[in-house]
């Protein structure tokens, strides 16, 4: 089945570790990508998307994503993660429009 | 603008009971989007509507759940009869336009728990 699959359920960094966090999917096909963060208590809000275009978004709080097209990934990197980071991470493939299919999400805890 | 609006944040209900969760979309957002959220299944669509049109619901599970959008203001979801696996956090989520570009902006969700 077409799906989008984060491979780390939970990831745990100290403060000023670099980040990164896998996403994979298997649509074909033309797709629109994107990054969401749902903090602790928080609903989910945008980190950054890709649909066209340089393949090196840069999002906000200093995430930034690289879209590889041949490896049908589209992982989040961050190069010093802070406290505040602790989240679930979530990414989100549109392989239709409007249609959005989640990752499982990833947690990430950052220990300060 | 104050976002998307859910209600309640937290509902609690007996198996069989009728359950009924609302949304406000953000003002001028021409598309709505409710997920179920579970720790077995994570993230899934259910529906959204465009223009207040169903456009897709074949993420709804069963029969017993349905959405409508009356309005460009308000939906609902319902489920008839609940049944303890429905227990999950149900997101409502806005976009401007009908792009598949368009960012998604998400309510708090309600938190259902069907006993």
């Known amino acids: 089945a077409q799906s989008v699959s984060q491979h780390n359920h939970h990831v745990i960094l100290s403060e000023a570790a670099s980040l990164e966090l896998g996403c994979n999917y298997s649509y074909g096909g033309t797709v629109n990508l994107f990054w969401y963060v749902q903090y602790p208590g928080q609903h989910l809000q945008l980190l950054l998307k890709y649909f066209s275009g340089d393949p090196l978004v840069k999002g906000i709080k200093g995430f930034e994503a690289e879209f590889i097209k041949s490896k049908f990934s589209f992982n989040l990197r961050k190069p010093s993660v802070q406290w505040s980071d602790t989240a679930e991470y979530f990414c989100?493939?549109?392989?239709?429009?409007?249609?959005?299919?989640f990752g499982a999400g990833t947690r990430l805890t950052v220990k300060p | 603008d104050a976002g998307v609006i859910q209600s309640p944040r937290h509902e609690v209900t007996e198996m069989g009971q009728e359950v009924t969760l609302r949304c406000k979309p953000i003002s001028g957002h021409n598309s709505l989007f409710w997920y179920r959220q579970t720790m077995m299944r994570g993230l899934e669509l259910l529906i959204y509507f465009n223009n207040n049109v169903p456009i897709d619901d074949s993420g709804m599970p069963e029969d017993r759940f349905s959405a409508k959008m009356p309005n460009a203001s308000f939906s609902t979801l319902k489920i008839q009869p609940s049944e303890p696996r429905d227990s999950a956090v149900y997101f409502c989520a806005s976009s401007p336009g009908t792009s598949g570009t368009d960012t998604q902006y998400f309510g708090p969700g309600t938190r259902l728990t069907v006993l």
């Open positions: 989100a493939v549109t392989p239709r429009i409007n249609d959005m299919r």
